[in-house]
């Protein structure tokens, strides 16, 4: 079955770097693009943006550039998401996603949640 | 950019009653890419409705989505205690592409 699990919960302080990361599983991984979803603490979800497993090429939703990294290791099935110079407004869940059919987003990860404090 | 405003807020309802769901989008959409999620906390949102009106795998028949153009309504037909949650409408655009979502309908028990 179709799984996506997310590494562990991350406390950092501003400044920081982190990378979290998003293994698939039960399917061919570079058939589908994973896109990232941040739900700050007790917010809506906003979507982040995607990354084609296919090509590599990331695709950055407006207030995502910059300090935003989408990655891949296909060899481990692997997405990752790398935030630079985190701030404590980064502080939220980060969900991995990718559809089942064009235009929605089925199968999800667990959530990482990031808190950012000093 | 398409933007999506969901009603009401909040809606407060009783077990076995019928919740209705609003979703509008600023300018017409497709229905092919409307979908609608339910998110129960301490979880990842769930797929309920994808093409504005199609269920997904394993979503009771209780729930339906219907609407086009800039209008969208989900509507549960009887609350169950487990369907007390927080529910988001999203629209992808296929021509960017990006995933845009409202800013969610929050049913709770009255």
């Known amino acids: 079955q179709v799984q996506l699990v997310q590494s562990g919960f991350e406390l950092k302080k501003p400044g920081a770097s982190v990378k979290i990361s998003c293994k698939a599983s039960?399917?061919?991984?570079?058939?589908?693009?994973v896109s990232w979803v941040r739900q700050a603490p007790g917010q809506g979800l906003e979507w982040m943006g995607r990354i084609s497993t296919n090509t590599g090429n990331p695709a950055y939703a407006q207030g995502f550039t910059g300090r935003f990294v989408f990655s891949l290791d296909t060899s481990v099935s692997t997405a990752y998401l790398q935030i630079s110079s985190v701030k404590t407004e980064d502080t939220a869940m980060y969900y991995c996603?990718?559809?089942?059919?064009?235009?929605?987003?089925?199968?999800w990860g667990q959530g990482t949640l990031l808190t950012v404090s000093s | 950019e398409i933007v999506l405003t969901q009603s009401p807020g909040t809606l407060s309802l009783s077990p076995g009653e019928r919740a209705t769901l609003s979703c509008r989008a600023s300018q017409s959409v497709s229905s092919t890419y409307l979908a609608w999620y339910q998110q129960k906390p301490g979880q990842a949102p769930r797929l309920l409705v994808y093409?504005?009106?199609s269920r997904a795998t394993g979503i009771p028949d209780r729930f339906s989505g219907s609407g086009s153009g800039t209008d969208f309504t989900l509507t549960i037909s009887r609350l169950e205690p487990e369907d007390f949650a927080v529910y988001y409408c999203q629209h992808y655009s296929p021509s960017r592409p990006s995933f845009t979502f409202g800013g969610g309908t929050k049913v709770e028990i009255k």
């Open positions: 039960g399917y061919t991984f570079t058939d589908y693009a």
């Open positions: 996603a990718r559809k089942l059919v064009s235009g929605s987003l089925y199968y």
């Open positions: 093409g504005a009106s």
